[in-house]
């Protein structure tokens, strides 16, 4: 066995891994150090269990072996309750998803194990758990431990079911025959939690609002279009499937996208647009790591995530939000309530690509039966969708410059 820290470079599994089973802890060094080089506070996408999995692979490891990191998150763990989400006795009913373009690039075996069991593997460092959590913290000098004594074998049996997801997309062509390969994607996601107990999740924010907004821009780009204008680059509207399992529809498309990502000029992505933003003082995981706040305070306000990666795209916004009077609230995106990787435009915003979320706020209806339409703030939203639909047709004409790296 090797130990290898949180396993989130390549150095942490060391030249070789091969024939070796690897131990690793959960999440990443720095897990709530707002200047962690990874993405601040926010969980970044190496920490993934899958993506450790393909790294330790890349290094020839013959199967890996995942622990809590007790040094982060001290206190008692039980084991078995802790992990009932993952093997309910009566499974949820839309069962856990994968995108299975991912999991086919899986050859070894994964697994959890409890700190109970890991700090029985680990005796013959000398070291406990904690101790060898603080060493991997210091990732910039950690280097991979040997663990002497323990040889382990791992089973792993995969019952696995295919679903078929569905992106739905069109395109609006560019005027340019020079910039036709570039493109400006608008976007939302078109599934909902469906039902759930014999409740309807209606989903009327969550996203339909996102979805009946790209609609209405693309309507407006193609009446446009049959008059005779269009914009110098194409326009890309999608509707993605899945995001609400794991984001899977918009990662999908990261993985086979109909233009190469680096034409991406950006990706604005509208993801809850028809609402007040409503935080209460609760403990509801929902509001986690948000600042109290009421609707009323909220009427014209819209959150915008993505601009500390892509600052460039801050003045296009203001200008696009010049006639619609928005006011812009921007000091999300390196927060503990995880909203930055929670939407579409993370698959986007990982390969590099430009993007923005535009959210009008979480509040209290949020993934319950009470998402309806007849609370939906119609006249805010279409402010949101024609600012939208300004700074699309601004990007796809003027574009951003040379794309930064």
């Known amino acids: ?14 030249p070789s891994l091969k024939g070796r089973i690897v131990l690793v ?14 993405d601040g506070i926010v969980s970044s996408e190496a920490s993934n269990a899958f993506r450790k999995t393909l790294l330790a692979q890349e290094k020839g490891a013959a199967g890996i072996l995942f622990v809590e990191d007790k040094h982060n998150h001290p206190g008692p ?10 093997w309910p006795a009566d499974p949820a009913q839309s069962g856990r998803l994968l995108l299975a373009e991912w999991v086919d690039k ?3 075996p994964a697994a959890q194990i409890s700190p109970a069991l890991a700090e029985t593997l680990i005796l013959g460092t000398g070291k406990n758990l904690a101790e060898l959590g603080r060493t991997a913290e210091a990732y910039q000098s950690f280097k991979p431990l040997d663990i002497p004594g323990p040889i382990v074998e791992i089973a792993a049996s995969v019952d696995r079911h295919l679903i078929r997801g569905r992106n739905v997309l069109g395109m609006i062509e560019g005027a340019d025959p020079a910039l036709r390969d570039e493109a400006v994607v608008i976007c939302g996601h078109h599934d909902h939690n469906g039902v759930e107990n014999g409740v309807i999740m209606p989903g009327a924010d969550d996203n339909i609002s996102g979805v009946v907004a790209t609609i209405d821009i693309a309507e407006a780009c193609a009446l446009a279009a049959q ?4 914009p110098r680059r194409p326009l890309i509207f999608a509707s993605w499937d899945a995001e609400e399992r794991g984001l899977l529809g918009a990662w999908y498309y990261t993985e086979r996208p109909l233009l190469p990502l680096d034409k991406i000029i950006a990706v604005l992505n509208m993801d809850l647009v028809g609402r007040d933003e409503e935080i209460l003082d609760t403990p509801d995981w929902r509001f986690r790591g948000l600042e109290v706040q009421t609707s009323e305070s909220n009427k014209n306000t819209i959150n915008i995530l ?24 921007t000091s999300i995106d390196n927060n503990a309530s995880h909203l930055l990787r929670r939407s579409d435009h993370w698959p986007f915003m990982q390969r590099g690509v430009p993007t923005l979320w535009f959210l009008t706020g979480i509040h209290p209806d949020y993934h319950t039966t009470y998402d309806r339409a007849d609370r939906i703030n119609g006249e805010k939203m279409e402010r949101v969708a024609r600012m939208v639909h300004q700074m699309s047709w601004d990007l796809a004409h003027d574009g951003l410059g040379p794309r930064r790296r």
């Open 25 to 38: 802890l959960d999440h990443e060094p720095g897990e709530f150090d707002p200047a962690s080089p990874f």
């Open 1 to 14: 066995m090797v130990f290898a820290g949180f396993g989130v470079r390549a150095e942490d599994y060391g």
């Open 106 to 108: 899986v050859r070894i």
């Open 77 to 86: 763990v039980n084991f078995e309750s802790s992990f009932r989400g993952a």
């Open 227 to 230: 008059s005779g204008e269009r």
């Open 306 to 329: 993505g601009l500390t990666r892509f600052p460039e795209l801050r003045l296009p916004l203001e200008k696009a939000n010049g006639p619609f009077g928005l006011t812009l609230k």
